[in-house]
């Protein structure tokens, strides 16, 4: 009995690098063999890429050429110095979190912090000016 293989059963888009060669050529971008591999890998992966470099190198482009290969959606988010993930991605609603918490210290039914901790961590307590 072999362990599975971490990525096991999943589907990816592209069967090969020149598969995302041809696909993204047919959307008007012309992409090397390095890209194309990095867009492979990434499929094959289940992660992001992260492009970056000086203004006009195409890093835009190429982000709106994938997205419209894959019929995924764009989200640009334009970096500078001081930004970081919990800005960039989300932002919580601390004071509702707050507020939460002390409703359940109040309550005569006491979950555990781990019941707690899901539920102020759940969809319902992000800010709407965050990415996600």
């Not at 592209?14 to 041809?22: I, P, Q, S, T, W």
């Not at 992001?48 to 006009?56: D, K, R, T, Y």
């Not at 309550?107 to 709407?128: A, V």
Request: with cysteine.
């Amino acid at each position: 009995m072999g362990c599975p293989l971490p990525f096991e059963g999943m589907s990816y888009r592209f069967n090969e690098v020149n598969k995302v060669k041809e696909d993204l050529r047919s959307v008007d971008y012309l992409a090397d063999d390095g890209i194309a591999g990095i867009v492979y890998l990434a499929d094959r992966l289940q992660k992001p890429i992260l492009v970056e470099g000086p203004a006009g190198t195409g890093k835009t482009q190429l982000a709106k050429s994938v997205a419209e290969m894959t019929g995924s959606r764009l989200i640009r988010l334009q970096c500078y110095e001081g930004l970081d993930e919990s800005k960039a991605l989300y932002e919580w609603n601390y004071k509702k979190q707050l507020l939460r918490i002390q409703a359940e210290r109040n309550s005569d039914e006491s979950n555990s912090w781990e019941d707690l901790e899901d539920n102020i961590f759940s969809d319902e307590f992000p800010l709407d000016s965050a990415i996600a």
